[in-house]
């Protein structure tokens, strides 16, 4: 239960929109997630092709963990960050370490050349706890660990549970765990919605709720967890157009449903 509920603060909320938003959640699922993720979402693309090309799956996991506590304040789309990310390490660390290899990167990157110190700082923080992973671990995190993953992850960085970032990355490890270990693991329920500047905004049109409070209360009525929420309502708040093209040429007709939740 969160401090809103338990001290009882009442937010307002548009009730019609709540309950479209809700039917909309139900009827689509976490099926119709799931098909957007594998077959709509351009960095789950991006990721299979960077899979293939390292032909090593604990340095493709590391590299996709790191590469999403670094993934805020782009200069580019996020579908084009990732294929920039996926191309650039197509040839594994070349002998370096996550840290250095970065420090190369980062400054040279088209997508993502905002405030490199900070995110190269995150790093630093970051690379002792992958160094320390084997596959075996990484195994155990995507199949019964995402929550200790983002435990770790928050602890590790000394930011919150709930930080974009760390939501996040655990949302593109469960990516590159399916495309790994050729099983889907449904995200928990438990793992909080990435709250960006399109989910924020988006959750203004409906209430005045924190998102991540509103957005978990969601999950609870409608069985769909936070993050596989968060990848139906990403081809509805913009991005490349081409988004809309593959939203329905792959999901039919639930495509139409899930354009509906434009109109909330």
């Not at 139900?26 to 293939?52: P, T, Y």
């Not at 993934?71 to 594994?92: A, I, M, N, P, V």
């Not at 989910?199 to 978990?216: C, D, G, M, S």
Request: aromatic residues 10%.
């Amino acid at each position: 239960m969160t401090l809103d509920r338990f001290v009882g603060i009442k937010y307002r909320e548009d009730r019609e929109k709540v309950g479209k938003l809700t039917g909309i959640l139900r009827e689509l699922g976490v099926g119709c997630a799931r098909r957007i993720e594998e077959r709509v979402d351009l960095q789950f693309d991006a990721l299979r092709s960077l899979r293939k090309k390292l032909g090593d799956d604990e340095t493709f996991l590391k590299l996709v963990v790191a590469n999403s506590i670094v993934s805020y304040q782009l200069s580019g789309k996020g579908e084009d960050w990732w294929w920039e990310f996926s191309r650039w390490f197509s040839k594994g660390l070349r002998g370096r370490g996550i840290v250095e290899a970065y420090t190369l990167f980062l400054p040279n990157s088209r997508t993502n050349r905002r405030l490199t110190a900070g995110k190269l700082r995150r790093l630093e923080k970051l690379e002792p706890l992958l160094g320390e992973l084997t596959l075996r671990d990484l195994r155990a995190y995507y199949f019964d660990g995402m929550i200790r993953l983002r435990e770790d992850l928050a602890m590790t960085l000394g930011s919150s549970k709930s930080a974009k970032t760390v939501v996040f990355a655990v949302k593109m490890f469960g990516y590159a765990g399916r495309i790994a270990f050729g099983e889907f693991v449904p995200y928990p329920m438990g793992v909080e919605i990435p709250a960006d500047v399109r989910i924020n905004a988006y959750t203004k049109h409906i209430t005045n709720e924190p998102p991540v409070n509103f957005w978990n209360r969601i999950a609870e009525e409608t069985g769909v967890p936070p993050l596989h929420i968060d990848s139906i309502l990403w081809p509805v708040l913009g991005g490349k157009g081409e988004v809309v093209e593959r939203l329905r040429k792959y999901c039919g007709e639930k495509a139409e449903k899930v354009l509906e939740l434009r109109d909330l």
